[in-house]
């Protein structure tokens, strides 16, 4: 079973920064695209950030667009999130997903995603 393995989330202040990064573990599988959810206490998952495997397309929520970056390295089937200018508002456990199917369109919904990591939570303090 695939299973997904998330790293880099951690306390932060307001306008700091944060890295998460996201690989898979057990049985290896080329990933189509892949993504970043979160889900704040109380509320439902959302989508952050998306990417295809050519890494030519991308998308973002638009509360993160401008602060965060996903890229990614196929050469080690990992994905990163890159987030600068973080507000209180972000804090949230954070998800990575992934796909081996290849889409043309960046997929923005969680029904889309068949691997998922067990998340990794990100706190910003005021």
């Known amino acids: 079973q695939v299973q997904l393995v998330e790293s880099g989330g951690g306390l932060v202040q307001a306008g700091g920064s944060l890295t998460l990064s996201c690989a898979p573990s057990?049985?290896?599988?080329?990933?189509?695209?892949m993504g970043w959810f979160r889900q704040a206490p109380g509320k439902e998952r959302e989508f952050v950030a998306a990417i295809l495997r050519s890494g030519l397309r991308t998308s973002y929520a638009d509360s993160v667009k401008g602060r965060f970056t996903i890229s990614r390295d196929n050469t080690k089937n990992t994905v990163y999130l890159q987030m600068n200018s973080l507000k209180p508002e972000d804090t949230a456990v954070y998800y990575c997903?992934?796909?081996?199917?290849?889409?043309?369109?960046?997929?923005?919904?969680?029904?889309?995603?068949?691997?998922w990591g067990q998340g990794t939570q990100v706190t910003v303090s005021s």
């Open positions: 997903a992934a796909d081996y199917r290849v889409r043309a369109l960046v997929p923005v919904t969680t029904n889309d995603y068949t691997y």
């Open positions: 057990g049985r290896t599988v080329s990933t189509g695209y």
